[in-house]
């Protein structure tokens, strides 16, 4: 074969059936773990476009996910010749975009994800989307449509019901783990499913993907023969605690991989040559995977939620290499080989990307102004945040669904929890997910300690404790606990500016630890902890957010309305997650020598912290 798909695997039959299905067919295909949908997808929007006749604008391509739609933007740039122009989004930023379309007076990003999909729903309803799509919309494709719950569900119904579309849903309802989105029993995972077929009936086209490219071994497809009877019936009838045991029963006839605060254990994940992944079962057994991790020395990567996106350190080179308001291609060309990383874009790529989101179009410069707006208002595109690639991954379950590793080691999720709003379906299904991430080896591991880890309702974050009730032993870190309106130097301490940038970005690295030191014991009336100041090594390089403290100052609380009594004097275990590109004050930036846009580096922060508090505090919190 030549072309666009020279050396990718031959086309299974069911494959073709879906790729050849006519542009106006409304299809429902149910592909399993590593069936090989994206690229499936990919060719039947390549054939929508060569073969059926359809300009890239009358298709729409909608997904659950960032991740899902990066590497759908990806292989379509890479393989799909005209269909590389198709609209490829996620719901929440469709939603955005249509809605600022129909009313430009109203400022929706203000408003929460949720508002705004309801919004949307509305206008859909009402007509005031069918100058948009009525007549221009010939083919829509949905990708992970099993995780559709609540709102969006009603809005891709709306959306599906209204316009005389075809469309093409892809799913898979054996890795629906996302029902906890929605309390309502008649929202949970598997609604969108019926809703499909009450509503086009025989006219539904369903289809299957079956064959598995993703695992090559035995081991890696211990978990595959059950997801068929993990999937939703239309009466989504529960697969039960009986195939969670199973799985768990499966996973635990794995090899154990050992404790990983053994050393040997990790050197060897040190040397392991292929990608690997420990995924966990909660947020907070990651966060002290993570913590083991670092003790033995293991470089890794901690995933974040899909929202919670960084701006790489390169753009703020980009910032700083002309005073202007515009930058030219020339300049651009000028920076990139000293970009510290751009992941997998190369130089047009990357150019085409700042281009189309920050300059009026037509334009081949790129707008500075625009640029910072951009990163303000979170508007950058997914593949100029995505996280770097590492080695080894530390996940939880739910963020690492749609990826896959060489080696996968599973953290013994434990029997089923009586009560609590368990879900023992979804539990089923979130295990299946870890189980089906391998391609070649699954090992299981002992999962860590967490009887005084939990989360604090109050905070939202996972905090250590203590079996004294008023003991708090430390607190997860997480974006925006670094001050950012003024550079590091300018807030907080006196430093020089200009020198510690350089020094951000060339001596501080992911994984890098920090220490948290209190300035003193004040606290103000506005709920606010002391500050503290960042060291990395014998360097301060940047002090905490006021959030920070404000989320400090309501975690030490011992109830509603009391006054902390004491706080630690050093809060340890911080690491470096990423060295960022944050916006603050273009005046602060201008008089601390750093140009004139208002941009730069800050560290940014992460980990399970603990709190080493002066003796007399602690008898202080005791007494309390």
Not at 281 to 289: F, G
Not at 375 to 380: A, D, P, Q, Y
Request: charged fraction near 25%; aromatic fraction near 8%.
């Amino acid at each position: 074969m030549t072309g666009p798909y020279a050396g990718d695997p031959e086309l299974t039959p069911e494959q073709e059936e879906v790729i050849q299905q006519p542009a106006e067919a409304m299809t429902l295909v149910t592909a399993g773990a590593g069936s090989g949908k994206t690229h499936t997808l990919v060719r039947r929007l390549h054939r929508l476009v060569q073969e059926e006749g359809l300009r890239a604008r009358e298709i729409l391509v909608l997904s659950f996910s960032r991740a899902s739609v990066r590497e759908l933007r990806s292989r379509l740039a890479r393989d799909g010749a005209a269909a590389q122009y198709v609209r490829t989004q996620t719901f929440d930023s469709w939603a955005l975009e249509l809605l600022s379309e129909i009313d430009s007076h109203i400022d929706w990003r203000s408003q929460n994800f949720e508002e705004r999909i309801r919004a949307t729903t509305r206008a859909i309803d009402a007509g005031d989307a069918d100058g948009r799509y009525e007549e221009a919309l010939r083919h829509v494709v949905i990708d992970e449509v099993q995780d559709l719950v609540g709102e969006r569900r009603e809005m891709v119904e709306a959306l599906l019901g209204r316009y005389d579309c075809g469309f093409t849903v892809v799913g898979d309802s054996a890795q629906a783990i996302y029902g906890f989105q929605s309390q309502d029993p008649a929202e949970r995972p598997g609604e969108f499913f019926i809703w499909l077929r009450n509503t086009f009936g025989e006219d539904l086209v369903e289809l299957h993907l079956t064959r598995n490219f993703r695992a090559r071994t035995e081991e890696a497809r211990l978990a595959l023969a059950l997801g068929s009877k993990l999937q939703l019936t239309d009466r989504v009838t529960a697969p039960g605690p009986h195939l969670y045991n199973r799985l768990r029963t499966a996973l635990g006839g794995t090899l154990e991989f050992g404790s990983l605060d053994d050393q040997f254990v990790c050197d060897s994940l040190r040397k392991y040559d292929g990608t690997s992944a420990i995924l966990c079962r909660t947020n907070s057994q990651a966060l002290l995977t993570s913590e083991l991790l670092h003790k033995g020395g293991v470089a890794h990567r901690l995933q974040r939620a899909a929202q919670d996106r960084a701006v790489p350190a390169w753009m703020a080179a980009l910032f700083r290499s002309v005073d202007a308001s515009q930058l030219t291609r020339s300049q651009f060309d000028e920076v990139f080989p000293a970009v510290p990383s751009v992941g997998d874009l190369d130089r047009d790529t990357t150019w085409d990307l700042l281009i189309r989101h920050s300059s009026p179009r037509g334009r081949r410069t790129v707008d500075l102004v625009g640029l910072r707006s951009a990163l303000v208002s979170g508007r950058i595109p997914d593949e100029l945040t995505a996280q770097p690639p590492s080695a080894l991954l530390v996940s939880s379950f739910h963020r690492a669904k749609g990826l896959e590793f060489d080696r996968v080691l599973v953290t013994d999720p434990g029997p089923l929890q009586d009560g609590r709003g368990t879900d023992p379906d979804e539990e089923a299904r979130m295990l299946y997910v870890a189980m089906t991430r391998p391609r070649d080896d699954l090992w299981h591991l002992a999962a860590p300690d967490t009887r005084f880890i939990r989360k604090d309702d109050r905070t939202n974050r996972w905090g250590r404790y203590h079996w004294q009730r008023s003991w708090r032993l430390g607190l997860e870190l997480t974006s925006g606990d670094v001050h950012s309106d003024q550079p590091a130097g300018a807030y907080g301490f006196a430093g020089d500016p200009t020198e510690l940038q350089q020094y951000l970005e060339t001596a501080v690295l992911t994984g890098d630890e920090l220490v948290l030191e209190r300035v003193n014991d004040e606290t103000d009336d506005q709920g606010h902890s002391p500050p503290y100041l960042i060291r990395h090594s014998d360097r301060l390089i940047g002090a905490v957010s006021d959030p920070f403290r404000s989320t400090l100052y309501r975690y030490m609380q011992l109830g509603r309305g009391s006054n902390p009594r004491s706080w630690p004097a050093l809060i340890t275990g911080a690491r470096v997650d990423a060295i960022e590109t944050v916006v603050g004050s273009p005046l602060s930036g201008a008089s601390s020598g750093l140009g004139p846009h208002g941009i730069w580096l800050a560290p940014r922060l992460t980990g399970l912290t603990w709190f080493s508090y002066e003796k007399k505090s602690r008898e202080e919190s005791v007494d309390v």
